[in-house]
């Protein structure tokens, strides 16, 4: 009996020595050995250590090469592309709790267990949806024969659709999953094959085969426009003709016709910033903004953006207006029905038009009308006159009209069998005023005056004096009175004639069109 005594003291003993030990260890190092997060091993480091190792370990991982198998196709990309990124950031505070802590015996009991069975915690890292989608869509797009959708054209005024037809698509989400299997394994190059599905057309024939009645159409006029602005509003015209819009989707006027370049077809014209006209590409881009947003009302349309003009403009009644100005003043306009629409921009002979085509469901008896109402008119005041040293001494010219600033709101007036059920106000709106601006010649030097000649008396009476004051610049010189605007004839749900005068680069009566430039001018 006191043998085993001894022995287990002398067994007692030297486990504590060996704890005893541990405690210098310890102080050195956070992590005994036989503690894992993945593959990265953390015995013998401290904390700092770990910390600053394992972020590289995470680097390495996103750094690896990743070779996905499209149909056939090698596509390379790396984890880091592909969003591949460590779900569990407090791996390294997980581990602590196995790290040695508590008595010495206990200390000594874990370490052993440690050499045993080592922790491995798993790396919870995963590649991102979102990234993996945007790969599919920029290197993996025309590797399979994808699904196409049926077309619609419309063609000496008859439309003509295209069928669908089937193909392949990539099934991203059970890509994500083969990737994900494959990263995991942590070998230095990554292979997985994409997941290739039947693809099925998102438009089909028969969905578009219910286009054929006209829901809403507008006209506006820009006669008076010169080549630039016209080019600006067939080139911008074209980039929205033709466009389909299925139930629910929204189409925007900026995302379709910009950015305003010489690039992408734009010419230099007027447009309106910061209360004046100034020249700028893409002038005239307004006037497509605004007559889509007519033919839309007529269409009854769900407008989910429209902002109007900072100063008035002469193709529409006032509060008939839409305007474009960087992506904070935008026409966008959504699809309300339950079938899809088309919509038609043609220019011809200095008239701009839209035509919305769909499937009509509103009652015959029924119809709408839009009203603009003027609620006060606020005069711009005198003109603001500039001095211009290149002009001569008097000479005066007018640069931009006068805007009468405008208060308005528009009606909507629904009647069936001609008795009204509805009148609403849509919005109302607030035009500034702008002062007409004239450059002035400097003004004209003072006359030096005429030294007396001593003559002889007796001459005085025979002779007439040879000075005279010169007719001067400005007694001839008379000021070109102001241009008249044009009368712009808008054909189109609740407009008429316009009659506010406005002056611009395109001509007289012509409106500016924000554009997109530093300045983000209307």
Same mark, same amino acid.
């Given at each position: 009996?006191?043998?085993?005594?001894?022995?287990?003291?002398?067994?007692?003993?030297?486990?504590?020595?060996?704890?005893?030990?541990?405690?210098?260890?310890?102080?050195?190092?956070?992590?005994?050995?036989?503690?894992?997060?993945?593959?990265?091993?953390?015995?013998?480091?401290?904390?700092?250590?770990?910390?600053?190792?394992?972020?590289?370990?995470?680097?390495?991982?996103?750094?690896?090469?990743?070779?996905?198998?499209?149909?056939?196709?090698?596509?390379?990309?790396?984890?880091?592309?592909?969003?591949?990124?460590?779900?569990?950031?407090?791996?390294?505070?997980?581990?602590?709790?196995?790290?040695?802590?508590?008595?010495?015996?206990?200390?000594?009991?874990?370490?052993?267990?440690?050499?045993?069975?080592?922790?491995?915690?798993?790396?919870?890292?995963?590649?991102?949806?979102?990234?993996?989608?945007?790969?599919?869509?920029?290197?993996?797009?025309?590797?399979?024969?994808?699904?196409?959708?049926?077309?619609?054209?419309?063609?000496?005024?008859?439309?003509?659709?295209?069928?669908?037809?089937?193909?392949?698509?990539?099934?991203?989400?059970?890509?994500?999953?083969?990737?994900?299997?494959?990263?995991?394994?942590?070998?230095?190059?990554?292979?997985?094959?994409?997941?290739?599905?039947?693809?099925?057309?998102?438009?089909?024939?028969?969905?578009?085969?219910?286009?054929?009645?006209?829901?809403?159409?507008?006209?506006?006029?820009?006669?008076?426009?010169?080549?630039?602005?016209?080019?600006?509003?067939?080139?911008?015209?074209?980039?929205?003709?033709?466009?389909?819009?299925?139930?629910?989707?929204?189409?925007?006027?900026?995302?379709?016709?910009?950015?305003?370049?010489?690039?992408?077809?734009?010419?230099?014209?007027?447009?309106?910033?910061?209360?004046?006209?100034?020249?700028?590409?893409?002038?005239?881009?307004?006037?497509?903004?605004?007559?889509?947003?007519?033919?839309?009302?007529?269409?009854?349309?769900?407008?989910?953006?429209?902002?109007?003009?900072?100063?008035?403009?002469?193709?529409?009644?006032?509060?008939?207006?839409?305007?474009?100005?960087?992506?904070?003043?935008?026409?966008?306009?959504?699809?309300?029905?339950?079938?899809?629409?088309?919509?038609?921009?043609?220019?011809?002979?200095?008239?701009?038009?839209?035509?919305?085509?769909?499937?009509?469901?509103?009652?015959?008896?029924?119809?709408?009308?839009?009203?603009?109402?003027?609620?006060?008119?606020?005069?711009?005041?005198?003109?603001?006159?500039?001095?211009?040293?290149?002009?001569?001494?008097?000479?005066?010219?007018?640069?931009?009209?006068?805007?009468?600033?405008?208060?308005?709101?528009?009606?909507?007036?629904?009647?069936?069998?001609?008795?009204?059920?509805?009148?609403?106000?849509?919005?109302?709106?607030?035009?500034?005023?702008?002062?007409?601006?004239?450059?002035?010649?400097?003004?004209?030097?003072?006359?030096?005056? *005429?030294?007396?000649? !001593? /003559?002889? &008396?007796?001459? $005085?009476?025979? +002779?007439? @004096?040879?000075?005279?004051? #010169?007719? %001067? *610049?400005?007694?001839? !010189? /008379?000021? &070109?009175?102001? $241009?008249?605007? +044009?009368? @712009?004839?808008?054909?189109? #749900?609740? %407009? *008429?004639?316009?009659?506010?005068?406005? &002056?611009?680069?395109?001509?007289?009566?012509?409106?500016?069109?924000?554009?997109?430039?530093?300045?983000?001018?209307?």
């Amino acid at each position: 009996m006191k043998i085993w005594n001894l022995l287990g003291g002398l067994t007692l003993v030297a486990a504590l020595g060996s704890a005893v030990a541990f405690p210098a260890y310890a102080k050195e190092a956070a992590y005994p050995d036989g503690i894992y997060v993945g593959d990265f091993s953390l015995g013998g480091l401290t904390k700092e250590q770990a910390e600053k190792g394992f972020s590289q370990y995470l680097s390495e991982l996103e750094a690896r090469t990743v070779t996905l198998r499209v149909d056939g196709t090698e596509v390379k990309t790396t984890a880091k592309e592909l969003g591949y990124a460590c779900g569990n950031e407090d791996a390294l505070e997980e581990a602590e709790d196995y790290a040695a802590g508590g008595c010495l015996i206990r200390q000594y009991m874990e370490r052993k267990d440690l050499e045993k069975e080592p922790v491995h915690i798993p790396l919870d890292a995963q590649v991102d949806e979102a990234s993996v989608q945007m790969l599919i869509d920029a290197k993996c797009a025309g590797l399979v024969d994808e699904p196409k959708d049926a077309v619609i054209t419309r063609k000496n005024g008859k439309f003509e659709i295209t069928e669908e037809q089937t193909g392949k698509t990539v099934d991203t989400k059970a890509t994500i999953e083969k990737l994900n299997e494959a990263l995991a394994e942590d070998l230095a190059e990554v292979t997985a094959d994409a997941v290739i599905i039947v693809g099925e057309p998102k438009i089909k024939k028969e969905d578009l085969a219910s286009i054929s009645d006209v829901l809403g159409t507008c006209t506006t006029a820009y006669a008076s426009s010169g080549a630039s602005r016209s080019g600006n509003i067939a080139n911008g015209v074209s980039k929205i003709n033709g466009h389909v819009l299925m139930p629910g989707e929204t189409l925007s006027g900026y995302e379709c016709m910009h950015p305003f370049t010489i690039e992408n077809g734009y010419f230099t014209a007027a447009a309106y910033e910061n209360g004046q006209v100034v020249d700028s590409v893409g002038g005239g881009v307004c006037q497509i903004a605004t007559t889509l947003y007519d033919a839309s009302l007529e269409a009854e349309l769900e407008i989910t953006q429209r902002q109007n003009h900072s100063m008035i403009v002469t193709y529409v009644k006032p509060s008939m207006d839409a305007a474009i100005a960087g992506t904070y003043k935008d026409i966008k306009i959504t699809n309300n029905y339950s079938t899809p629409i088309y919509i038609e921009g043609t220019t011809a002979g200095k008239t701009l038009t839209f035509t919305i085509y769909g499937k009509e469901t509103r009652p015959t008896n029924r119809k709408v009308e839009y009203i603009s109402e003027t609620i006060s008119k606020t005069d711009p005041g005198e003109p603001q006159r500039k001095v211009d040293n290149s002009l001569r001494p008097g000479q005066t010219k007018q640069v931009q009209s006068a805007h009468i600033g405008y208060k308005s709101r528009l009606w909507k007036v629904v009647t069936v069998d001609g008795v009204e059920k509805e009148r609403t106000i849509l919005h109302t709106d607030t035009y500034n005023p702008s002062k007409a601006i004239v450059l002035v010649g400097p003004a004209a030097p003072a006359e030096t005056p *005429a030294q007396p000649v !001593e /003559t002889p &008396a007796e001459n $005085t009476s025979a +002779e007439t @004096s040879a000075e005279h004051t #010169p007719e %001067t *610049a400005a007694s001839a !010189e /008379t000021a &070109a009175p102001a $241009t008249q605007p +044009e009368q @712009s004839q808008v054909v189109g #749900p609740g %407009t *008429a004639n316009a009659s506010a005068g406005e &002056a611009s680069a395109g001509g007289p009566g012509e409106a500016a069109a924000p554009v997109e430039n530093a300045s983000q001018p209307e």
